[in-house]
Nanobody, 126 residues
Framework: QVQLVESGGGLVQAGGSLRLSCVVSGLTFMNYGMGWFRQAPGKEREFVAAITWSGGTYYADSVKGRFTISRDNAKKTVYLQMNSLKPEDTAVYYC????????????????????WGQGTQVTVSS
């Protein structure tokens, strides 16, 4: 059974930092690309960042220079370091896994992914 479990969300003031983690089980992690998406109330799910199985990274323009995605294959974990947080970053953050290699455009589409976590809430106060 495949499981993706996010943690690290919470309430933080604008300008602060959080680090999200997503622990994966039930699949061969090193063969999977990983993505982070977010969904704010009343809005569609949007791409945040992705990392390929080989370590290539992609970011949404809105988070470039502030967020960093990384992975630890030994721990089967993907991370999202979020710095200089803004109120508009408030959302439920989801991690997702996709088997194999995909283009940057595909990694940015939620329909590409095979498995999803349950999400973790991030709230940034002004």
């Amino acid at each position: 059974q495949v499981q993706l479990v996010e943690s690290g969300g919470g309430l933080v003031q604008a300008g602060g930092s959080l680090r999200l983690s997503c622990v994966v089980s039930g699949l061969t992690f090193m063969n999977y690309g990983m993505g982070w998406f977010r969904q704010a109330p009343g809005k569609e799910r949007e791409f945040v960042a992705a990392i390929t199985w080989s370590g290539g990274t992609y970011y949404a323009d809105s988070v470039k220079g502030r967020f960093t995605i990384s992975r630890d294959n030994a721990k089967k974990t993907v991370y999202l370091q979020m710095n200089s947080l803004k109120p508009e970053d408030t959302a439920v953050y989801y991690c997702a896994a996709v088997l194999g290699s995909h283009s940057g455009q595909a990694m940015g589409a939620h329909t590409t992914y095979n498995y999803w976590g349950q999400g973790t809430q991030v709230t940034v106060s002004s």
